[in-house]
């Protein structure tokens, strides 16, 4: 990635982790993780994302009301 684009104004993308593992068999589970992953890969590639880590599982969702 150049530092072009490392000086540049981007996002940043928060995945909330759900209960994917609930329901789906190891082998669809695998294959979920192996696509996020390629495309996780891609993004890095494309110099679209920098890195990426975890959240805690601890914390608070936050949310605006609507009047």
Known sequence: MSTQNQNQNG???LFRGTD???????EEL???TDNWMAWFK???EEGKAVAG???E???KIVIQALN
């Open 57 to 59: 599982r601890e914390g």
């Open 42 to 44: 891609r993004l890095t």
């Open 53 to 55: 880590n975890p959240l």
């Open 30 to 32: 695998q294959k979920v």
């Open 11 to 13: 996002y940043m993308l």
């Open 20 to 26: 994917l593992r609930k329901g789906l068999s190891p």
